[in-house]
């Protein structure tokens, strides 16, 4: 515990601003309905109100409080990005060492699949996978960690080569150990810091992606709040001079650059530590 | 003796030298309070093991000093000019032309993308010594000096169509190119086999001697020096710990930091009786061929080994002495022959071998760093083959790694929670005989063990793998190059050239009489303390061409 605040205490600027960053919005996503003055979609006032102590930041295109729909926008993008990318990176580095410690047929195999899925472009994939089978927010997780999965295996498969190489990996084969034992305990604490490093920068990779399915309609579905959604309902603002609808999108930013000052500094720390 | 110099022939002076190196908590001494003193056309040998400032003090008699590290204190002058004050222009200007240095890996000093001559030529036509073609003319004189084959097409090849010990040549013609008044040599030979090594070192002590350089000879290996230096200064973390004539040091060291070096290479085992042949051996091959895709590296390999005994494999680089192991391991199928566990064959495949047979053969690692995992703290390391093997848990576990690192030396309070980071080479691989004695096996490979660790800690290693053999009875297999190792913990001894057996039998009866030409020559090629030995050699080696 003691070296787990000493680690805490020698960040950088950076890092701490991030974390609080992240934590503020965290706690936000957790506790939107105390945060929020009204309703996630309750119409509360006419179209486009001006910033007032009743509407802090105004109302929307349909007159619904835009701080409340924010924080409601939290809950929804943030914990869809996070599943999302959970599901991806889950599956893709366990496929990926699998890969890479199997070798031969099944690393063939789950390779060309994973070409297959790079070679299509990834927003087109997506757009044609919702229309398939439908735009909810299952389909959307589902096709969202389906594109990641790619990136991921490739990345997790590479790191997990170089490693398979070693001679204490030969040594675990030759005890004996079968292959979740070599994947979990072998292989895997040792490519772990350029995974979470990785699923930083996925993260908000799916984060974006996620709104931009939205804002072209394909993603979250009106009436729920969402940064992307918002912040396209609300872009006929922009032309009036009027900051509102960047809000969602400076929410946006703020967040991803909070993780990858995160994501750095773990980064060093774990590289510090190999020497 | 050297009062009877003249004064000028000081060629290079280090007064009080020290260097510092950019560690975590600010400074550290490298090298601390040198003085050194070389004459024109000497040679001086460096001694010393990993880490005593060998390298970074020849580096900095050519006024460099690698990044991360300042010259603290001190003064380098190289025939009046100070080093260390005289700007960066003027070193530039030394260097190449009149300070030279070669490597200790030419392949990977050499550029791979340029023909050697190319790059042998590069220096005296920048410098303005010589014009491209003179300095071609004088390329292939310098390889026909250093009795390279072919030495006026050899130049016009690349460097990966040349073999590792005519490179080493060819990096030494090139350090001649200029003509230079010094040469560092930063162990040239460390990467070579002994049998080549006997040719390269003959060959930079001959161009040394025809052009009168004084060099500086850096190494690990005491005997190597004898034949090159007319003096030897050894070093200790950065400390000089004596100096003096090649004949008094080898004869009387004073210290007893120098003296023990010395007796690491005079550790021999006792004799034993040959094995009663009518025992079932621990391991035994018959007839064994493999081979990697088409390439045959196995031919017909047979040989025994039994309870309590150590068998050496020796052999050059290529010679298929670790895919014997790789071949016991299970790694590599044998095309044909099998081998036997206490007379039941071994599966070919170790994924279709038993729990069991897989218990009793175990490998310890040539290089501790990869054998390790770095993410595993040494009581997962230890306790895994325990747990997987043996069954036991909890309490009973812990106890037998506590057991296992009292056996190995290490004290269990204070390593059994680290991890392999915070550990030395030696205490490495001592953790990984940990890990092979975990499973208490019957019989155990041991690959090229010693080779990447230090003198003194090899000696260390050794001594252990000794105790540990006669407490268990194993039966280990010694795959090396290195004859003097073989002679310090060796029964028996397979000679092995091209993927064959040459000669195999008790160790003592075949270095001292060896019947077969290749056993002769490899016992020949191993250095001695003896300053005259590498003249007797190659007389030796005159007279039976004639």
Same mark, same amino acid.
């Given at each position: ?9 020698? !960040? ?75 599901? !991806?990176?889950?599956?893709?580095s366990v496929l990926g060492i699998v890969a890479a410690v199997m070798g031969g047929f099944v690393d063939r195999f789950l390779s060309r699949i994973i070409d297959v899925i790079m070679a299509i472009p990834s927003l087109i994939l997506a757009l044609m996978l919702l229309t398939i089978v439908g735009a909810s927010v299952a389909s959307m997780i589902f096709v969202i960690a389906l594109i990641y999965v790619a990136p991921v295996f490739r990345l997790a498969r590479a790191s997990a080569q170089s490693v398979v190489a070693m001679d ?5 084969? &030759? ?35 996620? !709104? ?60 510090? &530590?190999?020497? | ?104 890996? @030419? @392949? ?9 001559i190319r790059q042998h030529c590069e220096v005296p036509v920048v410098k303005k010594v010589m014009t491209p073609d003179q300095a071609q003319a004088d390329a292939i004189d310098l390889y026909t000096k250093m009795r390279l084959p072919v030495p006026n097409e050899i130049g016009f090849r690349y460097p990966h169509q040349v073999s590792g010990g005519q490179l080493q040549r060819a990096m030494t013609a090139m350090a001649m190119a200029c003509r230079p008044d010094l040469i560092i040599f930063d162990e040239p030979t460390t990467a ?33 020096? =004898? ?120 599966? @070919? ?108 800690? =090899? ?15 194993? @039966? ?11 002679? =310090? ?21 075949? #270095? ?25 050699? #190659? ?8």
């Open positions: 515990m003691k070296d787990f605040l000493q680690t805490f205490k020698s !960040a950088p600027p950076t890092a701490w601003f991030g974390m609080v960053v992240i934590a503020v919005i965290a706690l936000t996503a957790v506790f939107a309905p105390l945060i929020a003055p009204y309703g996630e979609t309750q119409i509360v006032g006419g179209q486009y109100e001006p910033w007032s102590d009743a509407f802090l930041l105004g109302t929307d295109n349909l007159g619904r409080d835009m701080f409340s729909r924010l924080v409601y926008g939290t809950r929804n993008t943030v914990g869809l990005a996070l599943l999302a990318t959970a599901i !991806a990176f889950g599956a893709g204490y990996i030969e040594a675990a084969r &030759l005890r004996g150990e079968g292959l979740g034992w070599l994947v979990v305990k072998e292989v895997l604490p040792n490519i772990a810091s350029t995974l979470v490093a990785e699923f930083g920068l996925r993260f908000c990779f799916v984060f974006l992606f996620i !709104a931009a399915l939205s804002f072209l309609g394909l993603g979250i579905q009106p009436p729920t709040a969402d940064w992307g959604s918002m912040l396209k309902e609300n872009a006929t603002l922009i032309s009036f001079g009027d900051i509102t609808p960047l809000l969602p999108a400076a929410a946006i930013a703020l967040l991803t650059v909070s993780v990858n000052f995160v994501v750095d500094w773990m980064l060093h720390r774990s590289s510090g &530590l190999k020497d | 003796m050297e009062g009877s110099r003249k004064a000028d022939s000081l060629l290079l002076t280090i007064r009080d030298l020290s260097i510092e190196g950019r560690s975590a908590n600010g400074w550290t001494r490298l090298v601390d309070g040198i003085d050194l003193d070389l004459h024109r056309g000497q040679v001086l040998g460096l001694i010393g093991e990993s880490g005593a400032g060998k390298s970074t003090l020849g580096l900095t008699s050519m006024g460099y000093t690698r990044d991360g590290c300042r010259i603290a204190s001190g003064s380098v002058r190289f025939d009046g000019i100070d080093l260390v004050a005289c700007g960066e222009r003027v070193r530039q200007d030394l260097r190449g032309k009149r300070i030279a240095y070669v490597a200790q890996s @030419a @392949a990977a000093s050499f550029n791979p993308a340029y023909r050697l070579l086999d002994v049998t080549t090594q006997v040719e390269v070192l003959a060959a930079i002590r001959n161009i040394v001697e025809q052009f009168g350089t004084a060099a500086i000879y850096i190494s690990h290996d005491l005997a190597v020096v =004898a034949q090159m230096a007319d003096r030897i200064m050894v070093l200790k973390n950065g400390h000089m710990v004596e100096q003096a004539e090649t004949r008094t040091m080898l004869a009387a060291p004073r210290e007893n930091y120098t003296k023990s070096l010395w007796a690491v290479r005079s550790l021999a085992r006792e004799a034993q009786a040959p094995a009663e042949p009518s025992a079932t051996p621990v391991i035994s091959l018959t007839g064994v061929d493999a081979a990697y895709g088409s390439a045959r590296v196995l031919h017909d390999v047979s040989f025994d080994i039994h309870r309590g005994r150590t068998v050496a494999v020796v052999g050059e680089s290529g010679s298929g002495k670790s895919t014997v192991a790789r071949v016991i391991s299970g790694l590599l199928k044998p095309s044909r022959g099998e081998i036997r566990f206490e007379g039941h064959t071994l599966k @070919a495949d170790y994924l279709a071998r038993g729990r069991d047979d897989l218990r009793h053969v175990q490998m310890i690692y040539q290089m501790p760093d990869t054998a390790l995992n770095p993410r595993q703290t040494i009581r997962d390391i230890i306790g895994r083959p325990i747990e997987f093997y043996l069954g036991l848990k909890g309490r009973a576990k812990e106890e037998r790694i506590c057991a296992l690192l009292d056996q190995i030396e290490l004290d269990p309070k204070i390593y059994i929670d680290r991890r392999p980071t915070e550990l030395s080479g030696g205490q490495k691989q001592r953790i990984g005989i940990a890990r092979a004695l975990a499973a208490e096996p019957k019989f155990i490979i041991c690959d090229e063990v010693t080779s990447a660790l230090d003198q003194l800690v =090899a000696a260390g290693i050794l001594k252990l793998l000794e105790r540990i053999q006669k407490d268990f009875e194993l @039966a280990l297999m010694f795959i090396t190059h290195d004859l003097a190792t073989v002679k =310090a913990i060796a029964d028996d001894v397979v000679v092995m050239q091209h993927g064959r057996i040459v000669e195999k039998g008790l160790v003592e009866p075949i #270095f001292s009489n060896p019947t077969d030409a290749y056993t002769k020559r490899l016992l020949q090629s191993v250095p001695e303390m003896d300053p005259e030995w590498l003249d007797r050699l #190659f007389a030796g080696r005159r007279e039976g061409d004639r």
